[in-house]
């Protein structure tokens, strides 16, 4: 048979029939890294993980080590104004001046209603109600903790009372007004039931709320002359690492249940798309 001038192109370009790989096309859909680097890492250059295995080690979520700084400078500071009220220090001097200055300066039916809300019949029924609302919720643990914190606060506030012996600033005569209990009952109860609560409202109010409660009470204990300011000042600071405890179960235990559902539902959805892509690429 005689060659047609279509056979000879054909057979001068064998590769005709095979799919040809378009690189600009490729390349120009790549997205660009500002900082110059590969926008996909080679697998051989990446670092090894542990045992070996080719990898990078995830990171860790949020610092441990800020609670405990934070809890740290509050009982550093809590050490500083006992040590001013044992030894009638410096620092004492202002605080007597402020109180002065404060008290009575509010009608006493307003400061002492809101003394009363450090009382214990007031604010341990609503710690125990969001605890028994977390325990409900199935955070046993972060319920249990912020019992603990509760029954921590006599357990501290009793022998430093005893021990530092200060007596008030309308009653010179009586002792035991070092630290302040109704500011501890009233921040370790309010604080720790917004922080058990705050998980399911998923709002800031709680938390809100909790804080302006604790104010009020120290407030109405200031402006009514039952205590010093430093008195306050220092159950703050001595129920700060506390509740910096329960905050850290309550985070916990929210991290330790529901990402790892999420991550495993994530992957379980990849794993079947790419199943169902590779599938309909053979069908085609």
């Not at 996909?40 to 295995?53: D, E, L, S």
């Not at 809300?117 to 325990?135: D, E, F, Q, S």
């Not at 200060?166 to 009233?186: D, N, Q």
């Not at 910096?244 to 794993?271: D, E, F, H, N």
């Amino acid at each position: 048979m005689s060659e047609t001038p279509r056979s000879r192109e054909t057979e001068g370009d064998t590769s005709t029939g095979l799919p040809q790989h378009r690189i600009g096309h490729a390349f120009a859909h790549t997205p660009h890294r500002s900082d110059s680097r590969s926008p996909q890492t080679p697998r051989g250059v990446r670092q090894p993980g542990p045992g070996g295995r080719p990898g990078t080690t995830p990171p860790v979520p949020g610092r441990p080590a800020t609670p405990l700084l934070i809890a740290a400078l509050c009982g550093l500071l809590f050490s500083l104004v006992t040590w001013q009220v044992l030894v009638s220090g410096p620092l004492l001097t202002p605080d007597h001046e402020l109180s002065r200055a404060l008290v009575r300066t509010v009608p006493d039916s307003v400061t002492e209603r809101l003394s009363d809300l450090g009382n214990i019949p007031v604010a341990v029924p609503v710690l125990a109600l969001a605890m028994a609302y977390a325990a409900r919720r199935g955070r046993l643990l972060a319920a249990g903790a912020a019992g603990l914190a509760m029954a921590l606060v006599p357990a501290l506030v009793i022998p430093f009372k005893e021990w530092t012996a200060r007596p008030g600033p309308l009653e010179p005569w009586a002792a035991g007004y070092f630290p302040s209990g109704h500011t501890a009952t009233a921040a370790v109860a309010y604080i720790g039931a917004a922080l058990l609560v705050r998980p399911y409202t998923r709002r800031p109010w709680p938390m809100a709320v909790a804080l302006a409660l604790t104010a009020a009470t120290a407030a109405g204990l200031i402006l009514r002359g039952w205590h010093w300011p430093l008195d306050a000042a220092a159950s703050l600071l001595m129920c700060t690492p506390l509740l910096l405890g329960v905050a850290r179960v309550v985070t916990y235990g929210r991290s330790g249940r529901q990402p790892r559902g999420i991550r495993w539902g994530k992957s379980r959805l990849s794993r079947g798309s790419t199943r169902s892509r590779s599938g309909d690429a053979r069908t085609r």
